[in-house]
């Protein structure tokens, strides 16, 4: 399985930028397919952004299309997530997530993920 460690979180102003990575060691062969999700207090985890590493296609939640970019770096093994335009909305637990998920599955679908990190926190104040 999958280990998966993030970093890059932090405390921003509103419009602010932050670039968080999740480092996988373990072997990604397995994975086909890496994303990020985040929890805000009081609400579910929900799908921020992910990348199919075979087809290196990308997908987005409405909410942050447009201001958030996941990317990845083969060589490193890790993930990223570039978050530009930042709002309070957007404060929440991010975390890092691994899987394969079944053909016509949602990519958003936390089923899909079998191996999670243990979260970065950002906070964005208006």
């Known amino acids: 399985q999958v280990q998966l460690v993030e970093s890059g979180g932090d405390s921003v102003q509103d419009g602010g930028s932050l670039r968080l990575s999740c480092v996988a060691t373990?072997?990604?062969?397995?994975?086909?397919?890496m994303a990020w999700f985040r929890q805000a207090p009081g609400k579910e985890r929900e799908g921020v952004a992910a990348?199919?590493?075979?087809?290196?296609?990308?997908y987005y939640a409405d909410p942050v299309k447009g201001r958030f970019t996941i990317s990845r770096d083969n060589t490193e093994n890790t993930l990223y997530l570039q978050m530009n335009s930042l709002k309070p909305e957007d404060t929440a637990m991010y975390y890092c997530?691994?899987?394969?998920?079944?053909?016509?599955?949602?990519?958003?679908?936390?089923?899909?993920?079998?191996?999670w990190g243990q979260g970065t926190q950002v906070t964005v104040s208006s």
């Open positions: 373990g072997g990604t062969y397995s994975s086909s397919i």
């Open positions: 990348i199919y590493l075979h087809i290196n296609h990308t």
């Open positions: 997530a691994a899987g394969h998920p079944s053909y016509g599955d949602p990519w958003y679908m936390h089923a899909n993920y079998n191996s």
